[in-house]
């Protein structure tokens, strides 16, 4: 132990996590930049997907949303993932020209072998990625005509594949500049980009291939995939899940469709709604979030105003007569709920590095934006715009018949994400909707949550391949240390949090060798640059100004946890990373016969 406790190696410290710009398999010259506006018949030139496209022509915007990815940004070159037929959709309305002959259609351009691309449409990646921990993949898309859904599949190394369902309403009313005029693209009027994520976690230990766009829903309409990430090797998120101040009972449950003058039932926040008449969906987005699932409950947040939604045509009655339209409910105060609708969180949450938060929710009337801001103990606060096209066609049950609540076509739900990595160390207290902009629709936000992120530490060099080989060959298991004679590697992990001010940080450790001591340590440096360095049975992880912290022994189940002031004993101020690790005996089963063996790393970056 005592080369251990006095090596001082220096190394850099190691990233939280990975996210990785895949460089999709564009198929599609499908976005305007600089000079291609206006050659409808251009033979290497830009044609819509339909009748219209974004308009990047002043460069790719630069936004929250945007800037996370890689897209894109060159005149003459594909830039889309496209899963559609340009000649069948609208009925063949904006079909391939056969000749040039200078209208707003242009001809099959020489970069286009098939018209036909609703064939599945595969990416293969350059460099495989191993995922590790928390792994999520990320993706930018539009959905034209009404929204709709599809299929992304995920290819694995090992031949295991797993296919995932993304969606979106129509692309009209959003924050980017959009086009019209079919192939000629003249800027008309702004468009939406949908966000979606598939969680990836479940395959830990496999190795990424393939991605793979298929199978739309809408054979009216056209995807266009913009850009993809996948983020991998990112500790394992703590997820909190916010009882929003719902305002509006506006989904319909069992036994609440039929009576549109219930004083106290269902009303729609214009002329439909979600209809889980028949029970919440499960798939994966719906079943991520907590949804209200109680009939005669509030269950969403709504921005707007029933009386002036689509013109006035939906408002409420003055008095009961019977028919699809309702009168005003006794659980609604004011009519006008265009106002900022905020969310006290009943236990403030401290945010970490990656935190953020994300909501789902629907825009009625051609869709629109709205803000979302969080706000903070201190007093400061970020605010961030979300949008979406209409809710028509996304594959989720809906109804129609306004107050009625009858089945009647699908609808789409949006998920958004708001950034708050840059809150790292700061306490969540507020959650505001605000400012929608569209007047003339309604908004309905279903479920929020706040993925706070890593607000303790970051788990790295593990004996599971993805760092430095083990000593004898003795792999553990993703985010353990080298195998012990359990068969398994130990963890170290924590609890508590990374302030100062708190003091609760606790390190623990599991997979050990029962009823035996461990040395909890504390190094600067991630050695070998974060991959280890072979000791013992396992790998040193923590070096640089070893501290001692605390020596304890496990439990029956090869489990510990430190007790001692942690924060104190290693010195640590405000802005320090620190990286801990545990040594431990395995006196009789050592793999590797050293006697000794050590969990995997964790690093930890202090706030005030």
């Known amino acids: 132990m005592k080369a251990l406790l006095i090596a001082s190696l220096c190394a850099s410290p190691i990233a939280a996590q990975s996210t990785h710009h895949i460089p999709l398999n564009y198929n599609y010259n499908g976005i305007v930049h600089a000079g291609e506006e206006g050659n409808p ?16 022509t002043g460069g790719v915007p630069n936004d929250s949303l945007l800037n996370k990815y890689s897209i894109v940004s060159s005149p003459g070159a594909l830039d889309i993932v496209h899963l559609g037929n340009r000649n069948t959709i609208m009925g063949g309305l904006f079909a391939f020209d056969g000749t040039p002959d200078g209208d707003d259609v242009g001809t099959i351009p020489s970069w286009m072998t098939s018209i036909n691309q609703s064939s599945p449409q595969t990416t293969s990646l350059g460099s495989p990625i191993a995922l590790s921990g928390y792994s999520e993949a990320s993706f930018i898309y539009q959905i034209s005509n009404g929204g709709g859904l599809f299929e992304v599949v995920f290819g ?19 924050p980017y500049a959009g086009t019209s005029n079919a192939d000629f693209a003249l800027f008309e009027m702004n468009l939406s980009i ?18 793979t766009f298929q199978n739309r829903t809408n054979l009216n309409g056209g995807c266009v995939i913009i850009a993809a990430n996948l983020t991998a090797g990112a500790p394992t998120p703590s997820v909190v899940h916010i009882p929003l101040d719902y305002n509006h009972n506006g989904i319909i449950h069992i036994n609440e469709r039929g009576f549109p003058d219930d004083p106290d039932g269902f009303r729609s926040i214009s002329d439909r709604a979600l209809n889980f008449h028949g029970g919440m969906p499960t798939d994966a987005l719906v079943s991520s979030y907590e949804v209200v699932n109680q009939a005669g409950e509030l269950d969403i947040v709504h921005l707007g105003n029933r009386d002036t939604v689509a013109g006035g045509v939906w408002g409420f009655q003055p008095i009961i007569n019977g028919d699809d339209v309702g009168v005003q409910p006794n659980w609604m105060s004011s009519v006008d709920q ?39 103990q201190n007093g ?53 909707f605000k400012s929608p902009s569209n ?74 060798i029962p009823n035996q001591p461990g040395l909890y340590f504390q190094g600067n440096n991630a050695t070998g640059n974060g991959l280890g360095t072979q000791f013992g049975d396992g790998l040193r ?53 050293t006697q000794f063996n050590l969990t995997n790393g964790y690093e930890v970056i202090w706030v005030p």
């Not at 031949?159 to 129509?170: E, I, K, P, Q, S």
């Not at 994520?197 to 991605?211: P, R």
């Not at 985010?479 to 004679?485: L, S």
């Open 194 to 211: 949908t966000e979606g994520s598939v969680d990836l976690s479940a395959y830990a230990g496999e190795t990424l291939t393939s991605i």
């Open 338 to 376: 265009s106002g900022s609708q905020t969310t006290a969180l009943p236990s403030p949450l401290l945010l970490g590095s990656g935190a953020r938060a994300k909501l789902i929710y629907q825009i009625s009337n051609d869709g629109g934006l709205f803000k979302v801001v969080c706000h903070f």
């Open 380 to 432: 400061a606060s970020i605010t961030q715009t979300v949008g979406a096209g209409d809710w028509y066609n996304g594959g989720y049950p809906g109804t129609g018949f306004v107050d009625q609540g009858w089945p009647d076509l699908e609808l789409s739900i949006t998920e958004a994400l708001v950034d708050l990595s840059a809150a790292a160390g700061e306490v969540l207290t507020h959650i505001t």
């Open 541 to 593: 992880c923590a070096g640089g100004g070893v501290i001692r912290l605390q020596v304890r022994f496990t439990d029956s189940d090869g489990e510990s946890e430190t007790s001692a002031d942690l924060i104190s004993l290693g010195g640590v101020v405000a802005g320090d990373t620190k990286h801990y690790q545990c040594w431990y005996r395995d006196p009789v089963t050592s793999l590797c016969g």
């Open 156 to 174: 694995f190394q090992s031949g295991v594949n797993h296919t995932a369902r993304l969606g979106g309403g129509d692309w009209f009313g959003g």
């Open 439 to 512: 007047p003339i629709a309604g908004y309905a936000i279903l479920a929020a949550k706040v993925i706070a992120g890593a607000p303790v530490g970051t788990i790295y060099c593990a004996g599971d391949g993805s760092a430095s080989p083990c000593p004898c060959g003795n792999t553990g298991a993703p985010e353990q240390g080298c195998a012990n004679g359990t068969g398994q590697g130990a963890q170290i992990t924590s609890e508590g949090t990374n302030s100062l001010s708190a003091d609760d940080f606790r390190l623990t450790a599991s997979n050990m």
């Open 41 to 56: 018949d251009s033979s290497n030139g830009y044609r819509s997907i339909s009748d219209r496209g974004l308009n990047f």
